[in-house]
């Protein structure tokens, strides 16, 4: 925001110059500025009434009477986290700030909520479905009294200002409404999706697949000679990672659509694999190995699956390390390498080639 503002500072100072207004657009700036302040102050008198209301619901126990009162909603839309925590009561009582449309008392305790549902969030690396839908209803902003609103209206000189209460009634339910429908709505897929990777083949996955790789990604014998992988990471720079990008997309189109990563990120990751601990534990029941491998050699792979005591079905693709011309359907693609990238195995997906 502070850039925008800049933008439109400059602008229009620029195009002041340019017809000769520069006097109007300093004046517009100056009243602007005069405004601005009596607005805010305006604002300090019905400011501290609500939140002086809301500290007040707070001690006296109405905030926690209101969290037990909607506790079966809650329970409904945050069922990942526990029905005691701390973080049901200031729901509400962010809910409750939204709805009487104090949004700058809901900011911090929104941010109090996040805190505490990280706190309970197992994966510290993503957002929980608890601070999916949160954020999903805070951001909808649902008010029944918009506050804020009528206090900068009545500071403007609205002759009346209450009008702005059933449009912004409508308008907010609608976006609350549809902010939890639609999380939850995700959460379903992404449950299902969980469900079927963690049955690691039982009851309906039929085989896995393997695509372009082995169990070894530093290997001699089954997977990157492990010479070449060191001088890769010892003379790593962009002009390596260019070429190396070359040989895994053989200079097809796909390169340029290719999501660069900063270097930094690319070397860690190549260092991290050095300690890859490989997993046997799957078995797979086809493979399907480029033709022109020239990251992973495929004589390489061959001798990987060809020595496996149960021998995959195994397919030979005319390709190179990623073979995405050859799908008809990129997420066919997404979730055949997924399985090798994460140690999560997908059911056998068919190719179109």
Not at 179 to 194: E, S
Request: aromatic share 10%; glycine share 6%; hydrophobic share 45%.
């Amino acid at each position: 925001m502070n850039y925008i503002f800049y933008f439109l500072i400059v602008f229009s100072l620029i195009f002041g110059i340019i017809n000769g207004r520069v006097q109007e657009v300093v004046n517009a700036i100056l009243e602007g500025a005069d405004v601005s302040v009596k607005i805010a102050l305006s604002l300090i008198g019905i400011m501290a009434f609500w939140l002086g209301l809301m500290r007040i619901a707070e001690r006296s126990g109405l905030v926690k009477f209101i969290a037990k009162l909607i506790k079966p909603i809650t329970k409904w839309l945050f069922n990942d986290i526990p029905p005691e925590s701390s973080a049901i009561g200031n729901i509400a009582l962010s809910v409750s700030a939204n709805a009487l449309g104090l949004t700058n008392a809901a900011t911090p305790i929104g941010l109090k909520v996040m805190e505490e549902l990280q706190n309970e969030n197992n994966d510290k690396e993503s957002a929980s479905d608890a601070m999916c839908m949160f954020l999903g209803m805070n951001t909808a902003g649902f008010q029944i009294i918009p506050a804020t609103v009528i206090a900068i209206l009545v500071a403007a000189g609205a002759k009346n200002p209450t009008e702005i209460i059933a449009p912004t009634l409508i308008v907010t339910t609608i976006a609350f409404i549809s902010a939890i429908v639609i999380a939850k709505l995700f959460q379903g897929v992404n449950k299902g999706v969980n469900k079927v990777i963690n049955k690691e083949g039982a009851n309906g996955i039929k085989s896995f697949v393997a695509l372009c790789g082995t169990p070894y990604p530093i290997h001699d014998k089954y997977g990157i000679p492990e010479r070449i992988y060191n001088l890769t990471i010892k003379g790593f720079s962009e002009k390596s990672v260019n070429k190396f990008m070359e040989r895994m997309f053989l200079k097809t189109p796909e390169i340029e659509s290719y999501s660069k990563r900063t270097l930094e990120s690319q070397k860690a990751e190549l260092i991290k694999l050095l300690s890859y601990e490989p997993n046997e534990s799957c078995s797979y029941t086809k493979v399907i190995i480029p033709d022109n491998d020239l990251i992973i050699p495929t004589k390489n792979q061959k001798a990987y699956w060809m020595d496996r005591e149960n021998k995959p079905n195994i397919e030979i693709i005319h390709s190179g390390h990623c073979p995405f011309l050859l799908f008809k359907n990129r997420f066919k693609f997404i979730l055949s390498t997924y399985q090798l990238r994460s140690g999560y195995h997908i059911p056998n997906l068919p190719l179109n080639h």
